[in-house]
């Protein structure tokens, strides 16, 4: 609703209009449980918050917002509904949210909040911050929007930057749904959903699509697939090869191949293409056994090659280990200390632990697996953890 | 049967916490919970009082004296009434308990409609 409404009174009035769409909401809380639901409810709450934010344009007074408020009275909302117009008002949503003028750490929130309809506190959440501090981010995205003249979707060169951007935003909301890195939970459903029905979004429509958006896709829907089986009937946290694949999604792995296949029509293999083969490459896979771990390696490579990023190579050298054995990964991830301080970074920590557990040397595997602990905040992460550090220990 | 009139106590809240989809789930339920007293027979009506005031007509001296109000401190509002059907108070209190105004912290004033006969 958001999205409808700013593009017909532009993104300079988005908190009026946020506010506006939330009175509607509320007047709707309490009118419908005594009246009863309106035929068409969803006409009646866009109708209702249009006409509040026009009041509040006529009371501004200034003359463009006059005739930005005459004109939206003029026009029936309802017909956008019928034609799909949308997914196109929330896609131009998205891009006016990820434009560069918003600072980096502040395009995930403010897409949250304005496409996503999450809540201040449920964005605080997700992102370990107080609601204080997030609605003060919040607030100067805003403003920052407000100053843009051109907000739609950019053309040819500009959108070219412009939806990398995007799909980086909308990358970064789904990892940080896909491995919440504090408090309870593990994962966080609503952000990975929201990030795979944004980047549909990106998909579906002209201009903005493309093959790489559909790389993207593919691989959140690889992931997603995976979501329910990385928990246990006790919320603890199952490793890919504890994991019962009968139950992984079957109808988000085929929508997954599907979009992979669409993903082949360019002629450029980006980040997302390789990231989201690997994705497939575990998800094809009947058992654990039968990994193409050959394959994974070579998408790791080339992604380390295009870019260095030690993550990623903690990521390889498991997959090193799969293939090559213990010793190989271990004198691997050796090189990688020398090349990067990870003394401090729990995956590093975690993967040394692991690989030396699997080499038979449980002391110092447990060491590091402490050390692990001690940089983990999750709570399931922390209870795997001091499961493993008591197995080591006891034998 | 009597008829019983349920009267929706709330108090003003801040809703600017909720998100849309909270409050559309919010919705939801109340509109849910209206169906199935209706599918049940037990509905007769409702009606949503306005939030804005209202007067307040109080005897005076032989004559009257209108106020604004009554609510403006008053903790409390009576948002809405339903009238339902039902064969006594535990049947009429069996019907409400499902009322999520109860699980957002309103309270329903439960009275038996006297009847003309």
């Known amino acids: 609703m958001v999205s409808i409404l700013a593009r017909r009174f532009g993104y300079q009035h988005l908190e009026r209009i946020e506010d506006a769409v939330q009175d509607a909401l509320v007047a709707a809380m309490k009118k419908w449980p005594f009246t009863g639901e309106p035929e068409n409810a969803r006409a009646w709450l866009i109708e209702t918050a249009k006409n509040r934010v026009i009041d509040h344009l006529r009371r501004d007074g200034r003359s463009e ?52 309809g999450f809540s201040v506190v449920e964005i605080a959440r997700a992102f370990l911050s107080n609601k204080e501090a997030i609605a003060k981010m919040l607030t100067r995205a805003k403003a920052k ?67 790489k958006v559909n790389a993207l896709l593919a691989l959140f829907l690889f992931q997603a697939a995976r979501l329910e089986t990385r928990i246990d009937q006790n919320g603890e946290l199952l490793l890919l ?54 394959r994974i390696i070579e998408c790791y490579d080339e ?35 020398k090349r990067t301080d990870l003394s401090r970074n729990a995956i590093y920590l975690l993967t040394l632990g692991h690989l030396l557990s699997l080499k038979g040397d449980r002391r110092q595997a447990a060491t590091a697996f402490e050390a692990a602990l001690d940089l983990s905040p999750n709570q399931p992460v922390r209870r795997f953890l001091k499961r493993r550090i008591e197995l080591l220990r006891s034998a | ?73 008053a903790k409390e509002v009576i948002g809405g009434y339903y009238t339902i059907s039902a064969a006594d108070y535990d049947e009429a209190v069996d019907v409400s308990k499902s009322c999520p105004h109860l699980k957002y912290g309103g309270r329903i004033e439960l009275r038996e409609v006297e009847s003309l006969s």
Request: hydrophobic letters at 40%.
């Open chain 1, 65 to 116: 917002t006059l005739e930005a408020a005459e004109e939206a009275a003029a026009e029936k909302i309802e017909d956008a509904f019928l034609s799909g117009e949308i997914e196109e008002d929330e896609l131009r949503m998205i891009f006016a949210c990820c434009h560069p003028s918003i600072p980096p750490d502040a395009r995930v929130a403010l897409t949250l909040k304005t496409v996503g």
């Open chain 1, 145 to 211: 929007l407000r100053d843009q003249k051109d907000i739609d979707v950019p053309s040819q060169q500009e959108l070219v930057n412009r939806r990398d951007v995007v799909l980086k935003v909308l990358y970064l909301m789904f990892n940080e749904g896909y491995a919440a890195t504090e408090g309870e939970e593990l994962v966080r459903k609503d952000l990975c959903f929201e990030a795979i029905r944004l980047v549909a979004i990106v998909a579906k429509h002209p201009p903005a699509r493309h093959p």
């Open chain 1, 241 to 294: 090869e504890d994991q019962d694949r009968s139950q992984w999604n079957k109808v988000m792995l085929s929508e997954g191949l599907k979009q992979f296949r669409l993903s082949a029509s360019g002629d450029e293999v980006t980040d997302y293409h390789l990231e989201a083969e690997i994705a497939a490459v575990h998800a094809l896979s009947r058992d654990f056994a039968s990994t193409d771990w050959e």
């Open chain 1, 303 to 337: 992604l380390q090659h295009r870019q260095f990023s030690p993550v990623a190579e903690l990521n390889r050298i498991v997959a090193i280990e799969k293939l090559r054995g213990p010793h190989v990964a271990l004198s691997a991830l050796e090189s990688l200390s």
């Open chain 2, 1 to 73: 049967m009597p008829n019983y009139m349920l009267l929706l106590h709330e108090q003003p809240m801040d809703y600017s916490q909720f998100s849309p989809e909270q409050i559309e789930a919010v919705i939801g339920e109340y509109i849910t919970w209206r169906k199935k007293i209706e599918a049940d027979g037990k509905y007769v009506a409702s009606d949503k009082l306005k939030d804005e005031g209202g007067r307040l007509l109080t005897g005076y001296e032989g004559g009257f004296r209108v106020t604004d109000g009554p609510y403006a401190e």
